[in-house]
């Protein structure tokens, strides 16, 4: 089992910033990628940013060139730093921890999720 504690995260008016970390423990060795998602109210939850161990990133295009997703393997940490936040911004975004199986991404562990308000 791998446990996720998120931090961070808050209301911000539009062009503002914000940081989320995710603190990962447990059954470390059994993932090789995090992620953050978010998910609105009455939309379906979204990939945001991932990496993975070998720090490969992968970014939705909503959101390319203002967040940016980094790791601290030796902390197994990872976070989020989101730029210009838009009011579409919002949602309340989760940590996720799993496995890249080269075909695809399985999610098997979330945080519990943290809300981010852009709001003027």
């Known amino acids: 089992q791998v446990q996720l504690v998120q931090s961070g995260g808050g209301s911000v008016q539009p062009g503002g910033s914000l940081r989320l970390s995710c603190a990962a423990s447990g059954s470390i060795f059994s993932i090789n990628a995090m992620g953050w998602h978010r998910q609105a109210p009455g939309k379906q939850r979204e990939s945001v940013a991932l990496i993975t161990n070998g720090g490969t990133t992968n970014y939705a295009d909503s959101v390319k060139g203002r967040f940016t997703i980094s790791r601290d393997n030796a902390e197994n940490t990872v976070t989020l730093q989101m730029n210009s936040l838009k009011p579409e911004d919002t949602a309340v975004y989760y940590c996720?921890?799993?496995?890249?199986?080269?075909?695809?991404?399985?999610?098997?562990?979330w945080g519990q999720g943290t809300q981010v308000t852009v709001s003027s």
């Open positions: 996720s921890a799993g496995r890249d199986t080269g075909r695809a991404f399985i999610w098997g562990y």
